[in-house]
């Protein structure tokens, strides 16, 4: 079993909707990231959080440490969303590696 | 302030030979960190360099091997390479000492192996 799981794996959406992308892990964690990867290869990191919430624009990460569990949220989703969305985790000691997960395929229709 | 950078972008080699790839970390970051991506799948860890040491490794064999070097700029090196060496390679730079610490990632080196 993977340390960190996400859901859905492929998601299509109308522009406009509100998205939702979860991710489960398994062990301690020190942060949960949440990175895009658009076709090509670049990742850039959207959010870092060890508790609560954050938001940047149309975009809001939550995490709960209690359950394991962190979403992240696009509000008012366009074309240019689209993309590929991974959940990482940092499980903390000397090296500050990342565990990601295997993403989710995102398609906003215009 | 410059970003991670990494070349080349692609190349092609054939089975058995040995590969340098290479990364500038971003500017006044002193650690570096590579990643596989193989095709569809999340990154999986290679190992972490700080103040040119290795600071961690993932599960590869001895001959992913690594450098980096006083400007933090650093290589990664795959000898006697397999079809399954075939994947994107990526770099992410990070300034260790503070807390959960970012990770700043390069477009990636696409390596195929024929």
């Known amino acids: 079993k993977n340390e960190v799981e996400q859901s859905p794996q492929n998601l299509t959406a109308q522009e406009g909707e509100f998205i939702t992308i979860n991710c489960s892990y398994s062990?301690?964690?020190?942060?949960l990231h949440w990175l895009q990867q658009h076709p090509g290869g670049g990742i850039v990191s959207l959010f870092m959080?060890?508790?609560g919430k954050k938001k940047h624009g149309r975009l809001i990460a939550t995490i709960n440490i209690q359950e394991k569990h962190s979403s992240l949220h696009i509000t008012a989703s366009h074309p240019r969303d689209s993309a590929v969305y991974i959940c990482?985790?940092?499980?903390?000691?000397?090296?500050?590696?990342?565990?990601f997960g295997t993403g989710t395929l995102l398609a906003v229709q215009p | 302030e410059t970003g991670v950078t990494q070349s080349p972008t692609h190349l092609i080699k054939t089975r058995g030979q040995q590969v340098t790839l290479r990364c500038s970390s971003q500017?006044?970051?002193?650690?570096v960190s590579w990643y596989q991506q193989a095709l569809g799948q999340g990154p999986q860890f290679i190992f972490q360099?700080?103040?040119?040491?290795?600071?961690g490794r993932g599960n590869f064999p001895p001959r992913f091997s690594g450098l980096q070097f006083p400007n933090y700029s650093s290589e990664l090196n795959v000898n006697a390479l397999e079809l399954d060496d075939s994947a994107l390679y990526l770099c992410?730079?990070?300034?260790?000492?503070?807390?959960?610490?970012?990770?700043?990632f390069g477009p990636g080196t696409r390596l195929t192996v024929l």
């Open positions: 992410a730079s990070s300034f260790a000492g503070v807390a959960y610490n970012e990770q700043f």
């Open positions: 062990v301690g964690i020190s942060a």
């Open positions: 959080l060890s508790s």
């Open positions: 990482a985790f940092s499980p903390g000691g000397a090296t500050n590696k990342l565990i």
């Open positions: 500017s006044g970051h002193n650690t």
């Open positions: 360099y700080y103040r040119e040491e290795e600071n």
